[in-house]
């Protein structure tokens, strides 16, 4: 028996006595009951849900307002403008406002999958410090 | 000819979709088939006597938040997650806490041959026993999947939130610091 699979079977050993001694009828009824006593009211969900959509609605705000501020418009929109009646200048102004200047992050992705073994263990001493 | 079953036996995919709709004897069944599973593990992983309440608590969690159940692993190795993150919870709460359960020696060291090999066997025992309780969490969760339980690497990827790759890593360096102890 190599030393894993030694290793291995002891593993498999350990924890075999708490197994036994475990009474499973009771730690079901007992999950049962935590479950029951648990219960959201249904109030209770409905303000959940309400307070993920106020959530959703926060964030898209948030993002709108942000988007919006980076954007430079010159000309007026106090009055509605058909595009169709703007000239190619005044659509090219249009087109440049909506553009909002964002980093670009030049992302080099190295899959795990790319390191071979030493490179893991190296990576993870790395990690762990 | 063996004989064959009437009916089906049900499959952990179905009792959950059962669960979800309120069917309590479907969550009642999960537990009597996982239930020792999960004990095994904690066990190992040095619970001690609080063993029943973890998983009793690792259950509980499961049901509440089973829509968050893929089925990017077994049922019973997201239990097993739920429940490591259950010990590592009780362990903040009460840190400096011995929970290393010497009964918990197994069934290696059962009487068996003479004394002393005995004595030896159950020595080792404790030392391993003690050793994985000091893993870095993430290398004794991987090694007790792949020790107790069998359990591929990519399923202990996709509970782990890691790569298959690494979690090879992973068990190769419990193994390394676990075999100095024996």
Same mark, same amino acid.
């Given at each position: ?15 075999? =006595? ?15 009951? =935590? ?40 000309? #007026? ?11 190619? #200048?005044?659509? #090219? ?7 909002? #200047? ?28 | ?6 009916? @089906?036996?049900?499959?952990?995919? @179905? ?33 001690? @006597? ?39 919870? !009780? ?47 993430? !290398? ?32 190769? !360096? ?5 075999? @100095?102890?024996?």
């Amino acid at each position: 028996m190599t030393a894993e699979e030694r290793l291995e079977k002891i593993a498999r050993g350990l924890g075999d =006595r708490a197994a036994q001694k475990l009474d499973v009828a009771a730690v079901a009824n007992g999950v049962i009951a =935590r479950l029951r006593r648990d219960e959201p009211t249904v109030s209770v969900r409905w303000r959940r849900v309400a307070l993920q959509m106020a959530a959703v609605v926060l964030i898209s705000v948030a993002v709108g307002l942000y988007a919006n501020s980076q954007r430079t418009v010159d000309f #007026d929109f106090t009055a509605p403008v058909e595009l169709t009646e703007l000239s190619e #200048d005044e659509l #090219d102004q249009v087109m440049d406002s909506l553009l909002v #200047d964002q980093p670009m992050f030049e992302v080099a992705a190295v899959g795990l999958y790319d390191l071979d073994e030493q490179e893991l263990e190296d990576l993870l001493e790395l990690m762990e410090g | 000819m063996a004989a064959i079953p009437l009916t @089906e036996p049900t499959s952990d995919a @179905e009792l959950i979709e059962s669960w979800k709709l309120g069917d309590e004897t479907a969550a009642t069944e999960l537990v009597h088939r996982h239930a020792e599973a999960v004990a095994r593990y904690l066990g190992a992983a040095g619970a001690g @006597e609080d063993v029943d309440d973890l998983v009793q608590e690792a259950f509980f969690r499961a049901f509440r938040k089973i829509d968050t159940f893929k089925g990017e692993a077994q049922f019973r190795t997201w239990v097993i997650r739920i429940a490591s993150n259950a010990l590592k919870d !009780q362990r903040r709460r009460i840190r400096g806490r011995v929970v290393l359960s010497i009964e918990d020696g197994g069934q290696l060291a059962d009487g068996q041959g003479r004394p002393d090999e005995v004595l030896d066997a159950r020595e080792t025992e404790r030392r391993v026993a003690a050793g994985i309780e000091e893993l870095p969490a993430m !290398q004794r969760d991987v090694f007790l999947l792949r020790a107790q339980h069998a359990v591929s690497y990519e399923d202990i990827a996709a509970v782990l939130g890691t790569t298959p790759g690494a979690a090879r890593v992973h068990y190769h !360096q419990a193994v390394k610091r676990l075999k @100095e102890l024996l």
